[in-house]
């Protein structure tokens, strides 16, 4: 049985179709990446996932049990948590609160009872992606890339079987994306049995810690394969370059 | 070493998510109003000031709905004159005694504000406050409609007061002490609503909802639950207003209670529960005081009144929109923030000194 799986899904927005007729799945432990261009469908696909959006038809299976439409906060205690790529962090509280309202939804509540606990659990999570030092600071005054960890370890707070990212590099300079990098990597090791799907249109970043590939273009789904495969497929140069004309 | 640092780690987090306003100005605030009516004030300033307590009661309420959980209702009056129309019915076709009364109206009016809240969650922001808004005027409509059951424009008369055997003078007495008690109660409870791990919650709903859902809130839940919370203690002010005034009418559904909370959460600040209640007080001196008897506009110009108060408000907003209250304590956190990076600084620089020797 797979962690998550997706079935023909189709999503239409009046005459465009954003998701055309999509499948794939995620297995316990495995780290997939959902590349393509802008517009691709990418983020319309993780709504769908995530229960933001209702699909025209498919399914969306979590381990085993169909989650089709399901309302986000119940899918997130289902075990299936996400970021945003525009961050949404709550700015009025600081940071290590802002981590402690995942720790208040019944599955991230689920071993805690005191508040001082649920300090001492939020500041595990910004130690997991490094923000213990901004911890009191209210989330309005951290950077972007700050932010973007806030996000994941808010997403971790409710200790999700499958884990989606959604551009976790958007917008990050390069010893940003390093490090969050090396934090998902760690993540991955720390939990062996943790899906994880990482949505992105920056693909150096994402072609060195992903085990598979899926490429989405204009709604569908083109390629499927290793990194290393990926790189090579002719379809995808195409759509990330261009066709190529030949004069022979 | 690493429990004092969780410790520091601890209240300095519970100081900056619950706005914790220092507990010693609470406590002098409540033994001013205790002393109050000892220094011989006269009855009408006591009566006024039985209304600012009903007020801070009824802002307060209005506060975590709004100020916390961001559900903007400008129609609060409607669970002030559920509770004021619920007590007075009993009384009037049962005959019950307040005592009973008044805890009914309250369980009414927080169930109505559970009801209240199912269709208001369709809705948000601007489109919310035009909603809740229609609320206390469809249920006046129905007062005027069915004027056999309800009165009408009169209202129910005669309903028994608080302590019916004492005099005058005395009567006002406890019930300026009864409704600061009610007061000091529900100010509690709020308070300690808001700074739970539900009161959190509640502000992460007012700033991103769908962040909110992202983190497996079930955002439908805790709505009901603030509008419920809000509908309680609104109801319990309005049940104790009618039985002070001994008369439950359709002014108490009016545009103005409904805007009367907006005032004095604006006036004292807002999101912090205690705001209300202090600008209640700066309500009813401005407007009992300033406008009475230093302008001297009658009291029969209500409307003249509400548009100072509005102009007020306005201007209040565009220039602090968190109220003139949190203004304040913004820079008092500012400056005591500042303070701590001194010290820590000089915690440091002495370090450094150490380490040379």
Redesign the interface.
């Known amino acids: 049985m797979h962690l998550l799986e997706v079935e023909n899904l189709t999503k239409r927005f009046g005459g465009l179709t954003a998701v055309n007729n999509v499948t794939f799945h995620v297995d316990e432990g495995e780290l997939l990446g959902i590349i393509g261009p802008n517009g691709a469908g990418k983020t319309t696909l993780f709504n769908i996932i995530?229960g933001?959006l209702r699909p025209d038809s498919g399914t969306v299976k979590f381990r085993g049990e169909d989650v089709t439409g399901l309302?986000?906060?119940?899918l997130?205690?289902k075990g299936v948590?996400?970021?945003?790529q525009v961050v949404?962090?709550?700015?009025?509280?600081?940071v290590?609160?802002?981590v402690?309202?995942?720790l208040?939804?019944?599955?991230?509540s689920r071993k805690i009872e005191w508040?001082?606990t649920?300090?001492?659990k939020a500041?595990d999570m910004l130690e997991d992606v490094g923000l213990t030092d901004l911890?009191?600071e209210?989330a309005e005054n951290i950077g972007h890339g700050s932010l973007k960890r806030l996000e994941m370890a808010?997403?971790l707070?409710?200790e999700p079987d499958a884990l989606m990212l959604d551009e976790p590099f958007g917008g990050l300079n390069p010893l940003e994306t390093d490090f969050l990098t090396k934090s998902i990597q760690r993540i991955h090791l720390d939990h062996p049995t943790r899906g994880i799907v990482i949505v992105e249109h920056k693909l150096y970043a994402l072609m060195k810690i992903v085990h598979r590939v899926i490429v989405l273009h204009e709604g569908e789904k083109i390629a499927e394969g290793k990194p290393e495969e990926i790189a090579k497929n002719k379809k995808v140069i195409e759509v990330y370059m261009g066709k190529a004309t030949l004069h022979a | 070493m690493v429990t004092t640092y969780l410790r520091r780690a601890y209240s300095s987090f519970a100081a900056h998510v619950f706005d914790i306003p220092p507990r010693l100005l609470a406590l002098l605030l409540l033994s001013f109003l205790i002393t109050l009516p000892l220094t011989g004030l006269n009855p009408y300033v006591i009566s006024v000031m039985t209304s600012a307590n009903i007020l801070a009661i009824f802002g307060a309420s209005w506060d975590l709905l709004v100020g916390r959980t961001g559900q903007m209702s400008l129609g609060h009056a409607l669970f002030f004159g559920i509770g004021a129309y619920s007590s007075a019915l009993l009384f009037e076709f049962y005959g019950l005694p307040l005592w009973i009364t008044i805890p009914l109206a309250v369980v009414i009016g927080a169930a109505c504000g559970l009801l209240i809240g199912f269709p208001c969650l369709r809705t948000k922001g601007p489109y919310l406050a035009l909603v809740s808004m229609a609320f206390p005027l469809i249920l006046s409509s129905i007062f005027y409609f069915f004027d056999d059951i309800f009165k009408g424009e009169f209202g129910i008369r005669g309903l028994p007061s608080f302590f019916p055997s004492l005099a005058t003078k005395d009567r006002m007495l406890g019930n300026y002490y009864l409704t600061l008690l009610l007061l000091f109660i529900s100010a509690v409870i709020l308070y300690k609503i808001a700074n739970s791990h539900t009161g959190i919650v509640f502000v992460s709903i007012l700033d991103d909802e769908l962040a909110s859902k992202a983190s497996g809130i079930n955002v439908t839940k805790y709505k009901l639950m603030a509008f419920t919370i809000s509908g309680l203690f609104a109801s319990l002010a309005g049940a104790a207003y009618a039985h002070i005034l001994g008369v439950a009418n359709p002014p108490l559904l009016s545009l103005t209670w409904s805007f009367v909370p907006v005032i004095v959460t604006f006036l004292g600040g807002i999101g912090t529960i205690y705001g209300p209640i202090i600008g209640a007080y700066i309500y009813y001196l401005l407007d009992r005081y300033f406008l009475t008897i230093i302008i001297e506009i009658p009291y029969e110009l209500i409307y003249i009144r509400l548009l100072v108060f509005t102009l007020i408000v306005a201007i209040i907003v565009i220039k602090w929109p968190r109220g003139i209250g949190r203004f304040v304590t913004d820079k008092l956190e500012d400056l005591q923030e500042g303070r701590e990076i001194e010290e820590i600084m000089a915690e440091r620089e002495k370090k450094k000194k150490k380490k040379q020797k």
């Open positions: 995530t933001f309302e986000p906060h119940k997130v205690n948590a996400r970021t945003f949404r962090p709550f700015r009025h509280l600081p290590i609160a802002n402690a309202v995942a208040k939804s019944p599955r991230g508040l001082k649920t300090a001492r500041l911890m009191l209210p808010r997403a707070a409710t």
